[in-house]
T-cell receptor
Framework: DSGVTQTPKHLITATGQRVTLRCSPR?????VYWYQQSLDQGLQFLIQ???????AKGNILERFSAQQFPDLHSELNLSSLELGDSALYFC????????????FGPGTRLTVL | AQRVTQPEKLLSVFKGAPVELKCNYS??????LFWYVQYSRQRLQLLLR??SRESIKGFTADLNKGETSFHLKKPFAQEEDSAMYYC????????????FGKGTKLSVKP
């Protein structure tokens, strides 16, 4: 599958813990975006990286951080987890150029107990 | 503030009936608008974008700047159209992030 991949699919953890979500973009895509989908807030943009550099920040909590590595994969780190962090976390990637499309991964479902 | 509103959480129609999924936006510049669809157990995928003015799977959407709307329409719904539909606005140019509406679940009954 040459699309966006995300691991793990599911993650169950306890409050106060820290987890890392991983995203591999489509081959050649330089931009990676992270979105959080929760029942009450819907799909919300968290952060974007472009070729290793942070490009834009959305509603990302200080407890959350991300990075994009030289091979262009990205990781989203969530720490001091709270019950309210339970959500689906999507990664998307897009190529450079005008009118490009964002391609979404299957998501990681995080459950904080 | 930049915002996308989809007023209907759920829309239920019978097969063969026309469908209109509403989307209104608030944006200070020239908006770039999209419809994404998520079928059951599949990932979010682009359905269409206003800039290309194309029809995908029989769906069309016209950007109405006066009414700040981008409603999605299909003249004859099919059962396979049942899915979650998200209207989205892109900010910040071609590499910008998306602002999504909360989505409308379309259910097409036989």
């Amino acid at each position: 599958d040459s699309g966006v991949t995300q691991t793990p699919k599911h993650l169950i953890t306890a409050t106060g813990q820290r987890v890392t979500l991983r995203c591999s973009p489509r081959s050649g895509d330089l931009s990676v975006y992270w979105y959080q989908q929760s029942l009450d807030q819907g799909l919300q943009f968290l952060i974007q990286y472009y070729n290793g550099e942070e490009r834009a920040k959305g509603n990302i909590l200080e407890r959350f951080s991300a990075q994009q590595f030289p091979d262009l994969h990205s990781e989203l780190n969530l720490s001091s987890l709270e019950l309210g962090d339970s959500a689906l976390y999507f990664c998307a990637s897009s190529p450079s150029g005008a009118y490009n499309e964002q391609f979404f991964g299957p998501g990681t479902r995080l459950t904080v107990l | 503030a930049q915002r996308v509103t989809q007023p209907e959480k759920l829309l239920s129609v019978f097969k063969g009936a026309p469908v209109e999924l509403k989307c209104n936006y608030s944006y200070s510049g020239s908006p770039e608008l999209f419809w994404y669809v998520q079928y059951s157990r599949q990932r979010l995928q682009l359905l269409l974008r206003h800039i290309s003015r194309e029809s995908i799977k029989g769906f069309t959407a016209d950007l109405n700047k006066g009414e700040t709307s981008f409603h999605l329409k299909k003249p004859f719904a099919q059962e396979e159209d049942s899915a979650m539909y998200y209207c989205a606005l892109r900010r910040g140019g071609s590499q910008g992030n998306l602002i999504f509406g909360k989505g409308t679940k379309l259910s097409v009954k036989p």
